[in-house]
């Protein structure tokens, strides 16, 4: 074992001035510092795993990123409409109505003041749930109000998800204020509307491929940072369980 961590590590702690006279033996190491050093060993090998991985991730992003800005200043004059994508997983009726409507088929709905999209209906099971998960359909809506949006302010902008019945009748209405998706991040959201009706969903804003690949960026460095952390962290184990003299035997 040793073999193996010795010419790892030694790159890693600078030999301590005097720690072993030249010629001395090196005292063997113990069952103790053997299986404490190969749990530290194995750790440190998976950090610098993930360290390389987010270091590849970080690149990929980063020359992503530039070719959007690219694409973007030489397209400055074209404005993008932002779209809202959608991606319905659940939808459930909680009150006890929910027996009188089993079998029949209900549907979601989102929309906005200038464009709406809906799923396709299915029936209500017999715990009073409907299913969207299997379907892997998402919905995607133009949302040309989301231009400008921000975290801090949206105006009264919002999108509103309803439970539609077969005949396309609105049965509630939940609203879904844009500035909550002002990152471009996907938000997983659980939406209760009247009549005791439950729809789980995500939805992303997609407003700017600079701006999100930009944010995908800043998150592998933040992610790398943390990760080189680790592995010194892992170093510095080593050196509190593992004998100078044993290290660089």
Known sequence: FFAMLVPRTSQLVPRPPGSLA??????PPSVEQLDAARGIF??????????????????????EYTRAFDAEQRNSSQARTPELWVRVLELEQTQAASAR???????????????LVTTAARALDPSGRVSFASSEETLTMLLP?????????????????????????????HP?????????????????????WRVGLVLQLFVSPVALLRSHVQE??????LARAEVAACEEKLKHI????VLHS
């Open 176 to 196: 879904i204020a844009l500035a909550d998706l002002a990152d471009q991040r996907a938000v997983h959201r659980w939406c209760d509307i009247p009549g005791g």
């Open 242 to 245: 593992v004998p100078p003299e």
């Open 101 to 115: 409507l089993y079998g029949r088929r209900f549907g979601v709905r989102v929309e906005s003041n200038s464009h």
């Open 220 to 225: 592998f460095e933040a992610r790398l940072r």
């Open 22 to 27: 030249a010629g001395a033996a090196v005292p």
């Open 145 to 173: 109000e989301a231009v400008g949006v921000s975290s801090t302010y949206a105006g009264s902008s919002s999108v509103w998800v309803a439970v539609v019945g077969e005949d396309g009748i609105a049965v509630g209405h």
């Open 42 to 63: 194995d750790e440190f090998d998976r950090k610098e795993r993930d360290v390389e991985v987010l270091r590849e991730l970080r690149k990929v992003a980063l020359e």
